[in-house]
């Protein structure tokens, strides 16, 4: 855990995804569930590979979303269809399958990252906590019902409401006016060194940036590993 002096802040913005909800566990469930279900393995496609090369599809189609080169609609079409292709399997039909039966049952998924749950009962009577996501509406919605921590955020703000992605230093206005907090004494936490940290950087708020596998970016106002290093600093 490193940190920089922190300030007395009144509004904690946090990223979902990779942050909060415990994207790779909950998608990895999913993915194995699909992957018995519908006999991949017999189509030739093994279970160890399937999981990481959806994920490097996924990522690489989200990096193209998040600079505005595609759209959600396909953004959803391609991803299980090129990752079925990298297996030589071309069937729209299967990849469409997986695609809706994968939108149906990841967002429930409840699992987060450690410390989280804790973290967020800890700070709720001192701050106000926010959410700013680049992804959908309707998912996040669910992801943070499933998981039981939609109660502790008064703002959810997503890139379709507010016209523009992270890390773009409008959604970060955006979402300032609409929890009526000012840069000074807001922090931004998330996990993507561009989308979330220089972001936020850029649009003139401190960042705490969530790293448990490698170093923090060593910019970042706060760099931790897990979450009950940052409820300590926050305390």
């Known amino acids: 855990m490193e940190v920089h002096p922190v300030r007395k802040y009144r509004h904690l ?18 993915l194995l569930e699909l992957h018995a279900e519908l006999k991949l393995e017999e189509r030739g496609i093994p279970e160890a590979g399937f999981a990481s090369v959806y994920e490097a599809v996924n990522a690489e189609l989200w990096k193209s979303y998040d600079g505005g080169v595609i759209p959600k609609d396909v953004l959803r079409a391609l991803r299980f269809r090129k990752s079925l292709e990298h297996f030589k399997v071309k069937d729209a039909r299967l990849a469409k399958q997986l695609e809706e039966t994968y939108m149906d049952r990841c967002p429930n998924r409840s699992a987060l990252n450690p410390g989280v749950f804790e973290l967020l009962q800890a700070l ?6 926010h959410i700013i996501t680049n992804g959908f509406l ?45 840069t000074s004494e807001s922090l931004m936490i998330g996990d993507n060194v561009v989308a979330d940290i220089a972001g936020a950087r850029n649009a003139g708020i401190d960042q705490a940036h969530y790293s448990p596998e490698v170093d923090g970016d060593p910019q970042a106002t706060i760099r931790f590993a897990h979450f009950d290093e940052l409820r300590v600093i926050l305390s």
């Open 13 to 30: 913005f946090f990223d979902l995804d990779h942050t909060l909800w415990d994207f790779r566990t909950n998608s990895r469930a999913v």
């Open 124 to 129: 709720r009577q001192h701050y106000r906590m």
């Open 138 to 182: 309707e998912t996040q919605t669910l992801k943070l019902a499933a998981s039981g921590i939609r109660p502790f955020f008064d703002v959810l703000l997503t890139s379709e409401q507010a016209g523009a992605n992270k890390p773009s230093a409008r959604i970060f206005r955006h979402a300032l006016r609409s929890a009526g907090a000012k």
